[in-house]
């Protein structure tokens, strides 16, 4: 963050311009990673953090994986997974409120004491991701020097951190609907290609069923790529 002597002039502009640089990437890019990467760069640029990532949780909800950061170290990139009860942003989580600390050295709560040594940063803030009244998640923003994070600055990274988890909900709903719309055309697919087999070869539908599933093991292919190969070779023997 900023030191204190230059947040009274600098504050307003650059959260102005968070929100605004966030809203816009998010609202011009429908896929999840890129999203949140492009977040934390813009929160780390504007902030003026050491470190800015974004955690979200598993699918037990039981801990918290790191999945955007703009740090390039890899101890940091790929620290294990935290548990949600044992962590500073895991009592983010449990609480739905932000968290500041000062010194993350003097935490007991915070996991990595050596990689903050060797990334040097000291003061963190922990802001929840909230969508739907759900936490998915955690912004974390770390700097360099001990930092006190005022009311302004965590309710500017609570702002950032809600849109990011709108983000990630709304990509999730569409990924849903993409594969729910895949596996209706795949299906469609086999059931035009059992009925030209059936055609072609006298058979039930269950023996066509049964065929393509050996086509698609004996060649290691789908039963979608099984059923347009064989669509299509129907189409181009089919006389004019």
């Given at each position: 963050m900023h030191t204190q002597s230059e947040a009274g002039s600098k504050s307003s502009t650059d959260s102005v311009s968070l929100l605004y640089e966030v809203s816009r990437v998010i609202a011009t890019n429908h896929y999840r990673d890129d999203i949140l990467l492009m977040v934390v760069q813009l929160t780390a640029q504007l902030t003026g953090s050491k470190i800015c990532s974004m955690m979200l949780m598993n699918e037990a909800k039981?801990?918290?994986?790191?999945?955007?950061t703009q740090c390039l170290s890899e101890a940091y990139?790929?620290?294990p997974p935290i548990r949600v009860g044992q962590s500073i942003s895991g009592r983010a989580v449990l609480?739905?409120?932000p968290i500041a600390v000062?010194?993350?050295?003097q935490d007991k709560d915070y996991q990595y004491p050596e990689i903050a040594k060797a990334e040097g940063v000291c003061s963190l803030a922990?802001?929840?991701m909230i969508a739907k009244d759900h936490v998915i998640g955690v912004l974390n923003c770390y700097t360099s020097e001990p930092h006190v994070f005022s009311e302004e600055e965590l309710k500017i990274l609570s702002g950032v951190a809600n849109q990011a988890a709108m983000a990630v909900e709304n990509t999730q709903l569409l990924a849903e609907k993409i594969q729910m719309f895949e596996q209706l055309e795949a299906r469609k697919s086999v059931d035009n290609a059992k009925r030209i087999l059936m055609k072609q070869q006298g058979i039930s539908e269950d023996a066509a069923h049964k065929l393509l599933q050996k086509q698609s093991m004996n060649k290691r292919k789908t039963l979608k790529e099984i059923a347009e190969a064989i669509i299509l070779s129907a189409e181009i023997i089919r006389p004019n």
């Amino acid at each position: 963050m900023h030191t204190q002597s230059e947040a009274g002039s600098k504050s307003s502009t650059d959260s102005v311009s968070l929100l605004y640089e966030v809203s816009r990437v998010i609202a011009t890019n429908h896929y999840r990673d890129d999203i949140l990467l492009m977040v934390v760069q813009l929160t780390a640029q504007l902030t003026g953090s050491k470190i800015c990532s974004m955690m979200l949780m598993n699918e037990a909800k039981d801990k918290l994986e790191i999945r955007a950061t703009q740090c390039l170290s890899e101890a940091y990139r790929t620290k294990p997974p935290i548990r949600v009860g044992q962590s500073i942003s895991g009592r983010a989580v449990l609480s739905k409120k932000p968290i500041a600390v000062l010194d993350i050295s003097q935490d007991k709560d915070y996991q990595y004491p050596e990689i903050a040594k060797a990334e040097g940063v000291c003061s963190l803030a922990a802001v929840p991701m909230i969508a739907k009244d759900h936490v998915i998640g955690v912004l974390n923003c770390y700097t360099s020097e001990p930092h006190v994070f005022s009311e302004e600055e965590l309710k500017i990274l609570s702002g950032v951190a809600n849109q990011a988890a709108m983000a990630v909900e709304n990509t999730q709903l569409l990924a849903e609907k993409i594969q729910m719309f895949e596996q209706l055309e795949a299906r469609k697919s086999v059931d035009n290609a059992k009925r030209i087999l059936m055609k072609q070869q006298g058979i039930s539908e269950d023996a066509a069923h049964k065929l393509l599933q050996k086509q698609s093991m004996n060649k290691r292919k789908t039963l979608k790529e099984i059923a347009e190969a064989i669509i299509l070779s129907a189409e181009i023997i089919r006389p004019n």
